[in-house]
């Protein structure tokens, strides 16, 4: 698969306040998923997804510090992943 839009990853970036180890923690979350659109411990959202043609995907992204992300696979040929959104939605003392 292909990250395809990561507009949503840049604005979180731009935004700041992540520590360095959270933001490589994202990053390199996200890189992955060039490689497994299905990466622990994302699981589908039904609701928002609609098969056969995309998938939505959410996750806590491990060792970063509460960041969610939400993202769309798109498969039938195109193969893509485009993120849709990427933020710190927790309390600070959540993991």
């Known amino acids: 698969?292909?990250?395809?839009?990561i507009r949503a990853f840049d604005a979180?970036?731009?935004h700041g306040g992540?520590?360095?180890e959270a933001w490589r923690a994202v990053r390199d979350w996200i890189?992955?998923?060039a490689t497994a659109?299905?990466?622990?411990?994302?699981?589908?959202?039904?609701?928002?997804s609609e098969q056969p043609t995309y998938e939505v995907r959410e996750a806590v992204i491990p060792r970063s510090g509460g960041v969610y992300i939400l993202?769309?696979?798109?498969?039938?040929?195109?193969d893509v992943v485009d993120l849709i959104a990427v933020g710190s939605f927790f309390a600070d003392d959540s993991p």
């Open 37 to 48: 659109s299905y990466q622990v411990p994302s699981i589908p959202v039904p609701e928002l």
């Open 18 to 20: 992540a520590t360095d």
């Open 71 to 78: 993202y769309r696979c798109f498969y039938g040929g195109s």
């Open 1 to 5: 698969m292909a990250l395809r839009d």
């Open 31 to 33: 890189s992955g998923l």
């Open 12 to 14: 979180w970036s731009a």
